[in-house]
């Protein structure tokens, strides 16, 4: 079946530098959602990445779809406290079809 | 406009015993996922309701039922409870791709 992978599984950042957080599908996928729970919390929606070699930038989070549509990356630059939390992707086989979850990255920040 | 909501948000049962968990999806959406998270994991699909009818379902066994109401709010009913039940329960409404998820029900099966 589908598998979802996350790279690293923890990240310790300085406040104020940047990281980037992989996910890797064994499939090729419809869409792929990232999501970030807070400690203690549920997952939130980031946003969905759709087309082949999407990018997508929310303030200082930057989404990238890879080309073969397996892929995708999370760029935080200049790391606050605010930024704590666990990043999940989650990829979907065929629109609307359930979400198979990443491990997810465990986001810790040193100020 | 409320979002996804679930009751109860934290329960505690012994092994043997039986739970139903409820969700309300977000207005407008017609689609209920359920979800169970360990502990330091990744949710994980149990299965999807839509039009009243389980859609799709996940590595999980008979003891994981559900529903779908016609207000499209759902229940997940969980039969001979073991300690590895033990999870936060999700629920994610949707219409059509992108899931929203509820604050979910802590489940402690001692």
């Known amino acids: 079946g589908q598998q979802v992978m996350q790279i690293p599984q923890y990240q310790h950042v300085q406040e104020g530098e940047d990281f980037t957080t992989y996910c890797n599908s064994s499939?090729?996928?419809?869409?792929i959602q990232w999501y970030k729970q807070r400690p203690g919390g549920h997952p939130v929606f980031l946003i969905q990445l759709v087309k082949s070699g999407e990018v997508k930038k929310q303030k200082r989070l930057t989404f990238q779809y890879r080309e073969e549509k397996k892929n995708s990356s999370l760029h935080i630059t200049a790391t606050q406290t605010t930024d704590v939390g666990t990043y999940f992707c989650a990829g979907q086989g065929a629109a609307g079809n359930k979400l198979t979850f990443g491990g997810g990255t465990r986001v810790l920040v040193k100020p | 406009d409320a979002g996804v909501t679930q009751s109860p948000t934290h329960l505690i049962k012994t092994r043997g015993q039986q739970v139903t968990l409820r969700c309300s999806p977000k207005s407008g959406h017609d689609t209920v996922s359920w979800y169970q998270q360990a502990l330091g994991q990744g949710p994980q699909f149990i299965f999807q309701y839509y039009e009243e009818e389980e859609r799709q379902r996940g590595n999980f066994p008979d003891r994981f039922s559900g529903h779908q109401f016609p207000n499209y709010s759902s229940e997940l009913n969980v039969n001979a409870l073991l300690l590895g039940d033990s999870a936060l329960y999700l629920c994610?409404?949707?219409?059509?791709?992108?899931?929203?998820f509820g604050p979910g029900t802590r489940l402690l099966v001692l």
């Open positions: 499939t090729t996928l419809s869409n």
């Open positions: 994610a409404s949707s219409l059509v791709g992108t899931q929203y």
